[in-house]
């Protein structure tokens, strides 16, 4: 396509190269030529009912209908009494298997700013703000001074912890520089960022609100499936010849990004779906899809599009241990029971992985994540609760042979390390 | 987070409750200790554990509980009072 495109002579991107269509490290012209100009008559708040005809969930782990939370923030706006809302782009990506915001504010910025511009044109907001660790940030700052748009934005720097990107975290971070979850009664899109209404939306969320304000709900659901349209972003990492980010269809499944990745699935032991707070997959049940649906008979959902791959002579209950060791040193320590409760189900977890035979270890951790979960400000210790059950289930019989003196994968006898 | 359920609640912050056993003396059939001193839901969903379900009859104790709190870590939501 020639750099110098018109509007009406851009053509929506076709199949499933989407977000990064304007290329690698995409500076503004290069963006402008692959997707057009952003038309202000699709900076209005008739965006949400095309949000809403999208079916766009968001991308930032919960995966929340987004049409739903942007009309939460507008029912809760009133311009009579200077509530105008607060929308936030955020990237801050505290998940260690999660690149994929960190590639997208690198190669597509102009893409979120987009969608960050229309979001908060759609809900009237007084006030924008993307917030991005260090090494994303300045990629969204360059791209923010070569367009004339742009220049509301207020870029703030987030904290490299599991935590920050944690949405009440992200308004607390902005607000009064401490990235830790706050304890609330109320939603934050009723009152969040000094009392305003407030959106926070994952950075891939708003790229794909950009495209969609662009090309429309049908484009979006040209792929996809009726339940899960458009593409998402995924990380796969692990047992793999290179960590990648691929874009996908909502309803591919797991045996296709994986062989798409050169990974032999003769290979493979399991997979860590949706994060360090997510639930395995084990191989046998690696053709379900990423769907809601396809997901939810497994305990588990994409979540950030986080794909972490065991290999079959790994040690799942080693791996899930240093996992959960690594969850319990990232608590905000303001929460007692998640304050002692994580590090107490990683000491026992790191028992059982370690060749500990006693057989009341299984019982112990289980009633432990039953004294954790609800019991916390933010999903910390909910989230580290479902990933210790879902190891206990999913690699039932390794808990088994560990404690009979045995691990199924590394051919060898488990034993105790000394220290 | 989640809307608390309907009716009122007695609302725990976590960030602040350090666990110093007041509510707990004063609502013996809603909340007892866990291992670490903290107070824990005896009824109720495990998602119900930071909004805690009152009875009428428990109203006036769980006021008194949110006023003698000494960390003021507790809150009564979704009350008509």
Not at chain 1, 50 to 63: F, P, T
Not at chain 2, 51 to 65: E, G, K, Q, Y
Request: proline share 6%; charged share 20%; aromatic share 4%.
């Amino acid at each position: 396509m020639s750099g110098t495109a018109v509007a009406g002579a851009i053509r929506p991107p076709g199949g499933l190269n989407r977000l990064f269509s304007a290329g690698q490290d995409a500076d503004y012209r290069a963006h402008l030529a692959a997707f057009g100009a952003l038309a202000p008559s699709s900076l209005t708040p008739e965006l949400v009912d095309e949000l809403a005809r999208s079916g766009l969930s968001g991308r930032g782990g919960a995966g929340f209908p987004v049409a739903r939370k942007v009309g939460a923030v507008s029912r809760h706006s009133d311009r009579l009494w200077a509530r105008s809302p607060v929308v936030i782009a955020n990237g801050a990506e505290g998940e260690p298997r999660s690149i994929k915001d960190s590639t997208l504010l690198r190669h597509a910025p102009h893409l979120v700013i987009d969608g960050l511009l229309a979001a908060g044109a759609a809900v009237g907001a007084s006030k924008l703000y993307l917030y991005a660790p260090a090494g994303s940030i300045d990629y969204a700052r360059a791209a923010a001074r070569e367009r004339k748009d742009a220049r509301s934005i207020v870029f703030v720097e987030a904290k490299d912890s599991f935590i920050s990107g944690e949405a009440s975290a992200v308004v607390n971070a902005i607000e009064n520089g401490i990235a830790l979850p706050t304890d609330r009664i109320v939603r934050l899109t009723t009152t969040g960022l000094r009392r305003l209404p407030t959106l926070v939306h994952n950075v891939e969320t708003l790229a794909q609100v950009g495209l969609i304000a662009r090309f429309g709900a049908a484009w979006f659901r040209s792929l996809g499936s009726e339940r899960d349209p458009g593409t998402r972003l995924v990380t796969v990492s692990g047992f793999v010849p290179q960590e990648r980010v691929l874009e996908v269809a909502g309803h591919t499944s797991i045996a296709d990004i994986l062989e798409s990745c050169g990974v032999p699935l003769d290979g493979v032991a399991a997979v860590l779906v949706g994060g360090y707070h997510g639930a395995w997959i084990a191989r046998d049940n690696l053709t379900a899809n990423l769907s809601a649906g396809g997901l939810a008979p497994h305990g588990a959902r994409s979540g950030a599009g986080i794909l972490y791959v065991l290999g079959r002579h790994e040690c799942p209950l080693v791996a899930s241990a240093s996992i959960v060791h690594y969850l319990a040193s990232e608590s905000a320590r303001q929460c007692g029971p998640c304050l002692f409760g994580l590090p107490e189900m990683a000491s026992l977890l790191e028992r059982l992985a370690t060749g500990d035979r006693e057989q009341g270890l299984r019982r112990q951790l289980e009633a432990l994540t039953q004294s954790v979960i609800g019991r916390g400000s933010c999903h910390h210790p909910d989230g580290t609760a479902g990933l210790v059950l879902s190891t206990l289930s999913v690699f039932a019989a390794d808990v088994d042979a560990h404690l009979t003196g045995r691990c199924l994968r590394t051919a060898q006898p488990s034993r105790r390390s000394n220290g | 987070m989640a809307e608390p359920p309907l009716g009122p609640v007695l609302h725990i912050d976590w960030t602040r409750c350090d666990g110093r056993g007041l509510c707990t003396e004063l609502l013996p059939e809603l909340l007892a200790r866990d291992k670490w001193g903290y107070p824990v839901a005896i009824t109720g969903a495990p998602t119900a554990r930071s909004d805690v379900a009152i009875t009428p009859r428990h109203l006036d104790a769980a006021t008194d509980a949110v006023a003698l709190c000494p960390l003021l870590a507790l809150t009564i939501v979704g009350s008509s009072r």
